[in-house]
C-alpha cells in the first residue's frame, strides 16, 4: 500500500474522533488530534490550553479581520496559520488520520488523500455527549450540540473556500449511527 492521509471531519457527538483512531489503528498508522495542539503550543509558544480555545472562539467577519490585519493577525489566524504548518509536515512523514482543524481542506490538493466527513442523528450525538462524553450538566443538550457544531462550521468556512459538511468536499460521508466499530470497518 501506498502512503494514504485520511482526514476525519465530524459533527459534534457522531463518534468521529472514536472512528479515526479506530481506523488508524486498523492500518497500523499515525492518529493526529489533540497532537497537533501540541506541535502547535511548540512551533508557537503558545499554551495548549490557549490553542484549544482559539479554535472554539467564533470568528468575526472577514472585513473586521481584514480591518484588524493591518494592526495584526487575529490570535485565531496564528493558530490558524500554525496548524496548518504542522498539518501539512505531518501528512508529508507518511500514512496517517488527521482529525479536524480544516485538514481535508489544507490538504486538498495531495493524491494520497482520503476525505472522510462523519455524521449521526442529532438524537444520537446527543446520547453520546451524555453518555460516553460526559456532558451532563446541561439543560438544553440539543442546543448545546448544535451550538458546538455551528462553532466547527464557522471556524471552517471562515478558513477554507469550502463549506463544512458540503458532501460534495468528501471522498466519502458516513452515518456512524451502526457505531463506533462497525463504521470504522
Not at 4 to 14: A, D, K, L, P, Q
Not at 77 to 96: M, N, P, Y
Not at 111 to 118: G, I
Amino acid at each position: 500500500m501506498g502512503n494514504i492521509v485520511i482526514t476525519v471531519s465530524r459533527e459534534y457527538g457522531s463518534g468521529g474522533r472514536l472512528i479515526a483512531r479506530r481506523v488508524a489503528e486498523q492500518l497500523n498508522i499515525p492518529f493526529y488530534d489533540k497532537e497537533i495542539i501540541a506541535a502547535v503550543a511548540k512551533k508557537t509558544g503558545l499554551a495548549e490550553g490557549f490553542i484549544r480555545e482559539a479554535e472554539r472562539r467564533p470568528v468575526r467577519s472577514f472585513l473586521f479581520d481584514l480591518y484588524r490585519s493591518a494592526q495584526n493577525l487575529s490570535l485565531s489566524a496564528q493558530v490558524s496559520l500554525a496548524e496548518t504548518a504542522v498539518i501539512r509536515d505531518l501528512a508529508e512523514k507518511g500514512s496517517c488520520v488527521i482529525v479536524g482543524r480544516c485538514a481535508d481542506y489544507v490538504l486538498r490538493e495531495r493524491e494520497d488523500l482520503l476525505r472522510v466527513f462523519v455524521h449521526a442523528p442529532l438524537s444520537r450525538r446527543c446520547r453520546r455527549a451524555a453518555e460516553e462524553y460526559g456532558v451532563r450538566d446541561v439543560e438544553d443538550l440539543e442546543g448545546y450540540v448544535s451550538k458546538l457544531d455551528k462553532q466547527r462550521s464557522s471556524y471552517y468556512n471562515y478558513f477554507s473556500t469550502s463549506r463544512w459538511g458540503d458532501a460534495h468536499n468528501y471522498e466519502l460521508c458516513v452515518n456512524s449511527e451502526l457505531g463506533v466499530e462497525q463504521t470504522a470497518e
